[in-house]
């Protein structure tokens, strides 16, 4: 029988609750402000922007989440020594927790520009803080904080939702009113029909209706409204690996740095639940985690992060050095300026050409295999179509949660396309059945739940009673944003670099490059994407300091 796993609260508590001693918070001084707060005074709200890092010097504080009937449940009680914040503190977001002053209160506060300054300045102390900072956000995301969503578990749009925020790092809860009495309790306070589900309650209070992406995020706080007098050193489009890493390296070294993306960070990387062979991790990592610890580096170097936000036009604007070179158009009409811009798009995942899948995705056909997909087909069997790495990590993962795998390969060997690694892994799994030479020919079911798949291999056509169906056949660019940029591309839509002599991940537009899965010719992995991106930081200092005139500085390094 497997040991049970301890929440990360207990495993490890003095981690994420670390005290500090008196000479700690002597360092601490000079990047904070003294306040103080009387009995029963709130020091964080849920909800509500946060201040940043809240050191508590003298007295008690209470720390406090609330369910979904607002009812307070204490996490965990402070005193002299401790500090109040997480994740969310250093960008300033809105807080996912109540803190209220148990007894008179003397703290120093840390606004989140500041709180950035310590985690690079001060790296041991700086250590310790991110470290609670992260665990603690952990915690929050185990225990469901944050957001709850109201709907049938296998509803299109409960996936969907429930999707976003999980790939995006940020706490949430369920509730399924066809089995929990307190989720219909709840529909009955605020007078919403079944037909009217998914709705999300906010923290904040706010009840949204089967929310977009962009309203649920704003709801949340995860993105505001952008300054269009603000001028980025750099504006980089996809937060995949060679986003992230650009942003990472960019920002560490001075520039500031925008970072957009349409869906989520991470990219497809961050979709996979196990990556092997990224160097330096030999017991593997999943690609949530690896991305995560970029993001969160991404935000400690005071990268500006907006997700989601969708560019769908680039403009390039002249060469004047006191002003953008570039303007990049949001779906929401807003506009962004820029004095450089990097293309790491990436790749959106390839549909497979059978009739009506369209009606399955969602709910029955899935392009990733995560927990959420994994909870809805527990204990049956599934299919899987693709030979690549990224379907090989997929069947190992759903091989552990489901009762057979069909793994459904077009070539005639598993070699061809899949690290040696992950054949030899597959070929010992007893519930994995692989079929060569195999081609989807049907889907059958209705109402959007499949109730069988058929598929031909031989000459013969098998037909097996599937309710899922996962699509791992590989990506195509994702620049058709570009179709009016004058941005060269190739005959498949992946970005042209290096043309004419030009710096290299250089695109035929001076100041724009590309890198990472949109790129032609790039190697489609993980590692190769991030050494990208640190690559075209060298070269965007290079562009900028060409385009400044000589009275202008540059950002310090």
């Not at 330096?280 to 907006?306: C, D, E, H, W």
């Not at 037909?463 to 570009?482: C, K, S, V, Y």
């Not at 100041?511 to 190697?523: E, L, T």
């Not at 290079?542 to 005139?549: I, K, Q, S, T, V």
């Amino acid at each position: 029988m497997p040991a049970t796993r301890l929440p990360t609260v207990e495993a490890r508590r003095d981690q994420t609750f670390p005290i500090l001693d008196p000479e700690e918070i002597d360092r601490l001084r000079r990047f904070g402000e003294l306040r103080s707060y009387r009995a029963g005074d709130a020091i964080e709200r849920i909800g509500e922007l946060g201040h940043g890092l809240t050191v508590v010097l003298a007295g008690r504080v209470a720390i406090t989440r609330r369910d979904e009937f607002g009812r307070r449940k204490v996490i965990v009680l402070y005193g002299p020594g401790s500090f109040i914040g997480e994740l969310a503190q250093l960008s300033g977001r809105p807080a996912l927790i109540d803190a209220y002053a148990e007894s008179p209160v003397d703290a120093l506060i840390l606004p989140p520009d500041k709180l950035r300054a310590v985690l690079v300045a001060e790296a041991e102390l700086g250590e310790r803080i991110m470290r609670a900072l992260i665990l603690r956000r952990v915690s929050l995301i185990e225990v469901g904080a944050g957001p709850v969503i109201i709907g049938r578990s296998d509803s299109a749009d409960v996936l969907r939702l429930e999707n976003f925020l999980r790939r995006n790092g940020h706490p949430h809860h369920r509730l399924d009113p066809e089995t929990d009495a307190d989720a219909r309790t709840l529909l009955e306070r605020f007078h919403v029909g079944r037909e009217e589900l998914p709705i999300v309650l906010c923290p904040s209070g706010q009840l949204l209706r089967n929310p977009g992406e962009m309203q649920i995020a704003r709801c949340l706080g995860l993105i505001g409204s952008f300054d269009a007098a603000v001028v980025h050193d750099v504006a980089i489009v996809g937060a995949g690996p060679a986003g992230l890493a650009t942003a990472v390296y960019a920002a560490s070294e001075g520039l500031s740095v925008l970072l957009l993306d349409c869906r989520s960070f991470g990219g497809q990387a961050g979709a996979s639940m196990r990556i092997e062979n990224y160097l330096g991790f030999p017991t593997g990592i999943s690609g949530m985690a690896l991305m995560a610890r970029a993001y969160n580096q991404a935000q400690k170097f005071g990268v500006q992060i907006a997700i989601p936000a969708e560019a769908v036009h680039l403009e390039c604007l002249g060469a004047r050095a006191d002003e953008p070179a570039f303007q990049l158009g949001l779906a929401t009409g807003e506009k962004l300026g820029a004095r450089a811009v990097v293309i790491a798009t990436g790749a959106r995942y390839r549909r497979l050409a059978v009739k009506d899948i369209e009606a399955f995705e969602g709910t029955s056909v899935h392009y990733w295999a995560s927990p959420i997909e994994a909870r809805l087909c527990s204990g049956q069997e599934v299919a899987l179509v693709g030979g690549g790495n990224s379907a090989g990590q997929a069947v190992v993962y759903l091989a552990s949660q489901v009762a057979k795998v069909w793994l459904l390969v077009r070539g005639g060997s598993l070699e061809a396309s899949m690290s040696r690694y992950l054949v030899d892994r597959i070929s010992g799994l007893p519930n994995v059945e692989i079929v060569l030479g195999a081609q989807i020919t049907g889907l059958e079911g209705s109402g959007g739940v499949l109730e069988a798949i058929r598929w031909r291999c031989a000459g013969a056509e098998t037909r097996r009673p599937l309710q899922h169906l996962f699509l791992f056949i590989g990506a195509e660019p994702n620049t058709d944003w570009l179709s009016d940029s004058g941005i060269a591309l190739d005959d498949k839509g992946f970005v042209i670099t290096g043309m004419d002599g030009s710096r290299p991940l250089e695109t035929s537009r001076p100041g724009v490059f590309a890198i990472g899965d949109a790129r032609a010719n790039s190697v489609k992995r993980v590692a190769s994407a991030v050494g990208e991106g640190a690559q075209v930081v060298a070269t965007l200092h290079g562009f900028l300091a060409e385009a400044r005139p000589a009275h202008v500085a540059a950002p310090p390094l």
